[in-house]
């Protein structure tokens, strides 16, 4: 992590500081920008910048417009931190293209996990070949699921879509964005495919497929 580095974009010099002592501290390298002119200006001149971090309320250039900016140019992981929570202003930025929302005030220890898994979907870092979630435990290398010890069986997709859902546990996600990670294709607006696999895989998980929770005209989360 130590050669990993993420622009921090805040007109608040404090909360710059806070996000950038964190990050550090579990090392990563920071640079900051105070506004989102200075965020496109400091990106484009630093191709080394793996991850991007911006609030939305910011001079000059919002959040939105500076990612627009950089989206013109770069599939770059952002992730947008606002005071804001409203479903409209989440799926503006969806549209856009960023990664992943965090609501004013969070924790700064969960600003870095998902940092992390971020990163991990960008395969810039290396996954965990385990996970065990709310009863379910996943053998990445051996393709298997158990859900509470029990051996299950699911399709190709299914387990993917399975590790995504947990490895972004908590996260909202929208329907581009799976299909863009599972599939790996450009989404073209029929969302059917999605929705199929993911009727099977709860109904695969049995009770735990609970923990999938619909997002209404968005996507879905993963959530204990």
């Known amino acids: 992590m130590e050669d990993?580095?993420?622009?921090?974009?805040d007109d608040e010099s404090r909360m710059r500081k806070l996000?950038?002592?964190?990050?550090?501290?579990?090392?990563?390298?920071?640079?900051?920008?105070?506004?989102?002119?200075?965020?496109?200006d400091k990106f484009m001149a630093d191709k080394d910048i793996a991850l991007i971090i911006m609030d939305v309320m910011m001079p000059k250039l919002d959040?939105?417009?500076a990612a627009a900016e950089i989206r013109k140019i770069s599939d770059i992981p952002i992730i947008m931190l606002t005071a804001k929570s409203d479903e409209k202003d989440e799926l503006k930025g969806f549209e856009i293209g960023v990664d992943e929302y965090i609501?004013?005030?969070?924790?700064?220890?969960?600003?870095?996990?998902?940092?992390?898994?971020?990163?991990?979907?960008?395969?810039?870092?290396?996954?965990?070949?385990?996970?065990?979630?709310?009863?379910?435990?996943?053998?990445?290398?051996?393709?298997q699921v158990k859900v509470d010890r029990e051996l299950?069986?699911?399709?190709?997709?299914?387990?993917e879509l399975l590790n995504y859902f947990?490895?972004?546990?908590g996260v909202a996600l929208s329907r581009e964005k799976i299909l863009n990670n599972v599939w790996n294709y450009d989404y073209f607006g029929d969302a059917r495919t999605i929705d199929t696999h993911v009727?099977?895989?709860?109904s695969k998980l049995g009770d735990k497929g609970?923990?999938?929770?619909?997002?209404?005209?968005?996507?879905y989360k993963f959530e204990i």
């Open 63 to 65: 959040g939105y417009e």
């Open 103 to 143: 609501t004013k005030p969070f924790s700064p220890k969960i600003l870095v996990a998902r940092v992390g898994a971020v990163l991990k979907r960008s395969n810039l870092v290396d996954g965990e070949k385990n996970l065990n979630v709310g009863g379910i435990e996943m053998d990445i290398s051996a393709h």
């Open 152 to 159: 299950i069986e699911l399709s190709f997709k299914e387990f």
């Open 210 to 219: 609970e923990y999938i929770k619909t997002i209404w005209g968005m996507g």
């Open 199 to 202: 009727k099977k895989l709860r």
């Open 19 to 40: 996000v950038k002592d964190f990050l550090i501290k579990n090392g990563y390298k920071v640079i900051e920008a105070a506004d989102g002119e200075e965020a496109v």
């Open 166 to 169: 947990l490895v972004n546990q």
């Open 4 to 9: 990993i580095k993420i622009l921090v974009v």
